[in-house]
């Protein structure tokens, strides 16, 4: 990466942002928002487009339109023997680096409460859509967000096991959602 003079940048491993006034050969200085000059490497800084609380309004993109074409054209491909079997389940990663691009400033109770909104609009998503399988991939952990998950869950028609192991390892629960059949 390549800093030039004006570039607002922030510090890697800190709270620090700022502008850079200054570039040596060596040491690129910048101005904190807090008016202090400051020397760093150019390795430990990292060039902001905008601000974090404007990257986070941008990163959570709603998925349903595409994900709902994607559904189409795959079940148009597929001849389907059993519906159930026949449907590749809808996945949702809610590992934090994938729902924002960057966690920095979010607390844990933040970063949970993304995960737990997260999974409630696809679950709804899927019931809405009629989608019969989802997979929630949560990770180990402490098992907090599984447990978070589980309690959620409780608030659906929905039957839980863990995911398949071969493909998701520990850290799936795999829904199946329990839905009347339409009387035509």
Known sequence: MKLKKGDKVAVMDDVLKGTVTFIDTDEVSIETSD???????????VKIGMEQSEIAKSVIVDMST???EDYKKQTNKIKIKSKKDGIPPMEVDLHIDKLTKSSRGMDNYDMLSLQMD???HKIEFAIRNRIPRIVFIHGVGEGVLKQELNY????????IQEASYQKYGLGATEVYINQKKEIN
């Open 118 to 120: 997260t999974a409630k």
């Open 152 to 159: 959620l869950f409780n608030n659906y028609n929905v039957s």
């Open 66 to 68: 595409s994900y709902k």
């Open 35 to 45: 008016g202090f000059i400051m020397k760093f490497s150019e390795n430990e800084l």
